[in-house]
């Protein structure tokens, strides 16, 4: 399998993992897998790697989220969404928009923020979530998050739209009640979007429904009942055969010189392609690159390897197999 990226536009209602073994199942590649997850009640951009690319998802410049987020004002709950249940109510005072775009301001730049119970962040070997649902409060340290922009796009009574341009690690619900508190109330997420994670935007993105039908053409059955039903044990969609799916998806790929394009480049010839892929020297790095910098190595089209320079020297990162 070549290495590329694939972007979903995941609907709700459905896990990350729900869509990976989605595209696990219809194209036969075995190894495949997201660079970040997404809640389920939450759409939007859901990258995934395909195949040897997902040997270079520590490489992706996704220092950039950026999010569209619905907050309902007057209620937190205990996940921070509207699919938990409501532990505090707190009426919401006149609000204008002098008094928003205050609040908002105190809100960017770099900040410490503690992840919520209900998260996949592991503590001794188990996410948070699982010791949630049983009642057990762990205590996780602050981490280190930077807002770049917060925006207002839609204002109604008890309801604040917000775009969120923020970096990785960002968890856009404790982001609403924080803002929320600071508001003289409380909050929670009834809708969740992200339309751009990194260098994947939406408008690149493959639904769901046209990956079914890509899967099934013409079945005239919902995209549940096509990439889903399997996993569920309901009756089952006759699909086109695996390779007929990979060669279909190939307009939505994204290459993995595209997905690292934020890395300086080096191009070599078909012999030292050849011969970084045997262990051999690498190239010389790019005169930008300096020590601890990463850079790749391009046989036209193709990567071949992700380098580091560092005081010894140029070392090999990741090597990547030839297209087949």
Not at 32 to 37: A, D, K, N, P, Y
Not at 117 to 144: F, H
């Amino acid at each position: 399998m070549t290495a590329a990226f694939l972007v979903i536009d995941k609907p709700a209602g459905i896990t990350s993992h729900d869509v990976v073994a989605a595209v696990r199942a219809v194209t036969g590649i075995k190894k495949v897998g997201h660079t970040g997850t997404l809640d389920p009640f939450a759409t939007g951009v859901l990258p995934l790697a395909l195949g040897p690319a997902t040997r270079l998802i520590e490489f992706l410049d996704e220092g950039l989220k950026v999010y569209d987020a619905t907050v309902q004002l007057g209620s937190a709950t205990d996940t921070g969404d509207f699919t938990g249940e409501v532990v505090a109510e707190v009426p919401v005072p006149d609000l204008d928009d002098d008094r928003i775009d205050e609040v908002l301001e105190q809100f960017l730049g770099e900040q410490g923020q503690r992840p919520p119970m209900y998260s996949a962040i592991k503590v001794k070997g188990k996410p948070l979530y699982k010791y949630a649902r049983k009642g057990e409060i762990i205590e996780v340290a602050e981490r280190r998050i930077t807002v770049y922009d917060l925006a207002v796009v839609e204002r109604a009574e008890g309801m604040l739209r917000l775009n969120i341009r923020c970096s990785r690690g960002t968890y856009a619900r404790v982001l609403a009640d924080d803002i929320a508190t600071a508001l003289g109330t409380r909050g929670h997420l009834t809708a969740l979007e992200r339309p751009r994670s990194g260098p994947f935007f939406l408008e690149d993105a493959l639904s769901m429904p046209a990956l079914a039908e890509l899967v099934a053409p013409g079945s005239g059955r919902p995209w549940e009942d096509v990439l889903l039903t399997r996993r569920k044990g309901g009756e089952r969609v006759a699909w086109r055969p695996r390779d007929e799916v990979r060669a279909g998806l190939a307009p939505w790929l994204k290459s993995p010189l595209e997905a690292l394009s934020h890395l300086p480049m080096v191009d070599v010839t078909e012999s030292v392609a050849k011969r970084i892929r045997s262990g051999g020297a690498p190239p010389p790095p790019p005169r930008a690159v300096e020590g601890g910098g990463r850079f790749v190595a391009a046989l036209g089209d193709e990567l071949v390897a992700v380098f580091e320079r560092s005081e010894r020297g140029v070392r090999s990162l990741k090597v990547i197999p030839p297209a087949e």
